[in-house]
């Protein structure tokens, strides 16, 4: 069977922790394709950034360019930027089903945690499985929350859960686009970080 695993968020802009979430990904999935897919606009978020999403389709082919398996399994997908928002994850799922292939899909706590709330959830979980990206301590308050989730949606939707721990970089998109210089140099690949200074995107974000 073909293993088809899905990335998906705004990387507004992609930074180090979307890379080795990537990376982290892929190692204990070990598909035969994995594809990144920037979003349009997410259902869930409220868009306060300045870029264009041509803008985020090409930091992402920036960040990934150098990583041996780009373009031969990793790639990066234009589908949510093409189609009319807002991007449901499950019309993605629909679009990229096929018979004789699992998806995988990566989500993050926050994500995990509300994922019955999202359009079609039932869908969503007869048409892939989900990888939980987890970083949170087996003793944390939030854990149990998530716990209690997985048996919740185990039950209601028989979904196939996997759960990847991962220890990520504790830095967001936002604090990025926010942030000074130094910040981004630090938490961006040289390549995004180039692109972000020369056209100037961000600059008068949250101004």
């Not at 802009?13 to 035969?32: L, M, Q, R, S, Y």
């Not at 868009?47 to 090409?58: A, G, K, N, S, V």
């Not at 699992?102 to 892939?128: H, N």
Request: proline share 6%; aromatic share 12%; net charge negative.
């Amino acid at each position: 069977m073909f293993e088809l695993a899905i990335y998906g968020g705004t990387f507004a802009p992609v930074h180090n922790g979307h890379v080795i979430a990537a990376k982290a990904f892929f190692e204990a999935v070990n598909p035969d394709k994995l594809l990144i897919i920037p979003t349009l606009i997410p259902p869930h978020k409220q868009i306060t950034f300045h870029d264009e999403p041509l803008d985020r389709l090409e930091m992402l082919k920036l960040a990934f360019q150098d990583e041996p398996l780009f373009s031969k399994k990793i790639f990066i997908s234009d589908y949510e930027l093409n189609s009319p928002p807002p991007s449901y994850t499950v019309n993605t799922l629909r679009h990229f089903q096929k018979d004789d292939q699992r998806i995988t899909f990566l989500v993050g706590t926050d994500m995990f945690l509300t994922l019955d709330e999202w359009k079609e959830p039932e869908e969503i979980f007869r048409l892939c499985r989900i990888a939980l990206m987890k970083r949170e301590s087996e003793i944390s308050d939030i854990s149990a929350y998530i716990d209690k989730k997985l048996s919740i949606y185990r039950n209601k939707y028989d979904a196939d859960i996997i759960i990847i721990n991962h220890q990520p970089i504790e830095i967001s998109s936002s604090d990025i686009r926010n942030g000074d210089d130094k910040t981004r140099k630090k938490y961006l690949p040289k390549s995004v970080y180039d692109y972000i200074k020369e056209r100037g995107i961000y600059e008068n974000n949250g101004k």
